[in-house]
């Protein structure tokens, strides 16, 4: 067969659109539309030749497969793509150009029709790069993770002869992956940080949010162990707000969502206009309880839940009476689930909360009996601070009840 045009727009958008070739074409707003899916960019205006490549970008996998109907091996190749399942993938492999063939392997082994990493073979350039990353997932499986890493970085440095984006995704998982195994923080920020700025101006938003979130909860995690302000994570924060939404990316949406919060709410209040955080703060748990319900995050919308309730508490507001009456309530929701078998040290904490709240309300009775479950879970665990802490409150329930008593007695004397 004709040899293809490369560099092909292969890798850096995910499956199954980012693996579709595309044929050499006599139309120049083919070539156009592959160089802007190479450089990490939708094409503006797609040619009919590629109407099966739109549908696919499009997430309309169906149809795109039927746009795919022709003999030739590249729509034989784009429909293994979209649908691998029943094809014969050793006759597709064969009829493909040798630089190309080893593409059928990452694709089986990436669907899990195969347990058989790609081999190079005749791969080069971006191709080459994209059976090299394939390849550390294998070595990742087998628990080689420094050897996985390294191969990444190689993987990534042969892509950027190539294609820019590729290379910066790859990067972007090498980062990620120094990171959740603390390999080497240093590295995983400096590749982290290289990735996303070679993302910038692509179409690649979500795959560069999650490389600003890694990034960002390095950072936020550095800074808080070291008592340093937590600004350069909250840039990130507020960066990947901009390329997702709860409807693009709800996990990652909501999660930014909540260390959002998370680091305005541990920030100190120096000046008033700090205390616009905290309503900041409010808003972006809200917005994380909206993706995070108890039904299908149980432990993201406890602790979003809990973050809510303090941060009613402790910002300043016009109706600070309501706000401690929900963050009353938003607790008691949290108690729910967090058994005094199970968790007491969470339970009990959570009860002191929710006293002091009441307390704060005057509810004086209902208070009590919640510090006093919360100061015996205490005692249980052996947690002797947390149990002087709780008799204060308590010791402060019982002067704030005593004028009451006494002005009750006043009032039968007279």
């Given at each position: 067969?004709?040899?293809?045009?490369?560099?092909?727009a292969?890798g850096?958008f995910?499956l199954?659109a980012?693996?579709?070739?595309?044929?050499?074409?006599d139309?120049?707003?083919?070539?156009s539309?592959?160089?802007?899916l190479?450089a990490?960019r939708?094409?503006?205006a797609?040619?009919?030749a590629?109407?099966?490549?739109?549908?696919?970008?499009?997430g309309?996998?169906?149809?795109?497969?039927?746009?795919?109907a022709?003999?030739?091996?590249?729509?034989?190749?784009n429909?293994?793509v979209?649908?691998?399942e029943?094809?014969d993938?050793?006759e597709l492999?064969?009829?493909l150009p040798?630089e190309?063939?080893?593409?059928?392997?990452?694709?089986?082994?990436?669907?899990?029709l195969?347990?058989?990493?790609?081999v190079?073979?005749?791969?080069?350039?971006?191709?080459?790069?994209i059976?090299?990353?394939?390849?550390?997932?294998?070595?990742?499986?087998?628990?080689?993770?420094?050897e996985a890493?390294d191969?990444?970085?190689?993987?990534a440095?042969?892509?950027?002869l190539?294609s820019a984006?590729?290379?910066?995704i790859?990067?972007g998982?090498a980062?990620?992956?120094?990171h959740?195994?603390e390999?080497?923080?240093e590295?995983?920020?400096?590749d982290?940080?290289?990735?996303?700025?070679?993302?910038?101006?692509t179409?690649?938003?979500?795959?560069?949010?999650e490389?600003h979130y890694?990034?960002?909860s390095m950072?936020?995690q550095?800074?808080?162990?070291?008592?340093?302000?937590?600004?350069?994570?909250?840039?990130?924060?507020?960066l990947?707000?901009?390329?997702?939404?709860?409807?693009?990316?709800?996990?990652?949406w909501?999660s930014?969502?909540?260390?959002?919060?998370t680091?305005?709410?541990?920030?100190?209040?120096?000046?008033?206009s700090?205390?616009?955080?905290?309503?900041?703060?409010?808003?972006?748990?809200?917005?994380?309880?909206?993706?995070?319900?108890?039904?299908?995050y149980p432990?993201?919308?406890?602790?979003?839940t809990?973050?809510?309730?303090?941060a009613?508490i402790?910002?300043?507001?016009a109706h600070q009476?309501?706000?401690?009456?929900?963050a009353?309530?938003?607790?008691?929701?949290v108690?729910e689930?967090?058994?005094r078998?199970?968790?007491?040290?969470?339970r009990a904490?959570l009860?002191?909360?929710q006293?002091?709240a009441?307390?704060?309300?005057?509810?004086?009775d209902?208070?009590?009996?919640k510090l006093v479950e919360?100061r015996?879970?205490f005692?249980?665990?052996?947690d002797h601070d947390?149990?002087?802490?709780?008799r204060?409150?308590l010791?402060?329930?019982?002067k704030?009840?005593?004028?009451e008593?006494?002005?009750?007695?006043?009032?039968?004397?007279?």
């Amino acid at each position: 067969m004709e040899r293809m045009r490369r560099p092909q727009a292969i890798g850096a958008f995910p499956l199954p659109a980012g693996f579709l070739l595309i044929a050499t074409s006599d139309d120049p707003a083919v070539d156009s539309a592959r160089d802007a899916l190479v450089a990490g960019r939708v094409p503006s205006a797609w040619p009919s030749a590629l109407r099966g490549h739109e549908l696919a970008h499009a997430g309309r996998t169906d149809e795109a497969v039927a746009e795919f109907a022709g003999t030739d091996v590249v729509d034989r190749f784009n429909r293994f793509v979209l649908a691998p399942e029943g094809v014969d993938a050793d006759e597709l492999r064969a009829d493909l150009p040798p630089e190309i063939a080893p593409l059928v392997d990452v694709v089986r082994y990436s669907v899990g029709l195969t347990d058989d990493p790609p081999v190079v073979g005749g791969a080069d350039q971006e191709i080459e790069a994209i059976v090299l990353a394939t390849r550390a997932s294998g070595l990742l499986g087998e628990g080689s993770v420094a050897e996985a890493v390294d191969l990444l970085r190689s993987a990534a440095e042969v892509a950027g002869l190539s294609s820019a984006p590729l290379s910066a995704i790859i990067l972007g998982n090498a980062g990620v992956l120094t990171h959740e195994h603390e390999l080497d923080q240093e590295r995983a920020i400096a590749d982290l940080t290289r990735a996303v700025t070679m993302l910038e101006g692509t179409d690649l938003a979500v795959g560069r949010a999650e490389l600003h979130y890694h990034l960002a909860s390095m950072l936020h995690q550095i800074a808080a162990a070291k008592g340093m302000p937590l600004s350069e994570a909250v840039v990130h924060y507020h960066l990947i707000l901009r390329l997702v939404t709860e409807h693009t990316a709800p996990h990652l949406w909501a999660s930014t969502h909540l260390n959002l919060a998370t680091a305005y709410l541990t920030a100190p209040m120096i000046e008033a206009s700090d205390q616009l955080r905290s309503g900041i703060a409010v808003q972006s748990l809200r917005s994380a309880l909206e993706v995070f319900t108890r039904e299908d995050y149980p432990a993201e919308w406890s602790s979003a839940t809990i973050n809510l309730a303090n941060a009613l508490i402790y910002t300043p507001s016009a109706h600070q009476g309501d706000n401690v009456v929900e963050a009353i309530e938003k607790y008691e929701e949290v108690l729910e689930l967090r058994d005094r078998h199970d968790d007491p040290i969470g339970r009990a904490r959570l009860l002191t909360n929710q006293g002091n709240a009441l307390a704060h309300l005057g509810i004086f009775d209902h208070a009590k009996s919640k510090l006093v479950e919360a100061r015996f879970l205490f005692e249980e665990q052996l947690d002797h601070d947390s149990v002087m802490m709780v008799r204060s409150v308590l010791d402060e329930i019982a002067k704030a009840m005593v004028p009451e008593r006494d002005d009750a007695a006043d009032r039968v004397t007279t």
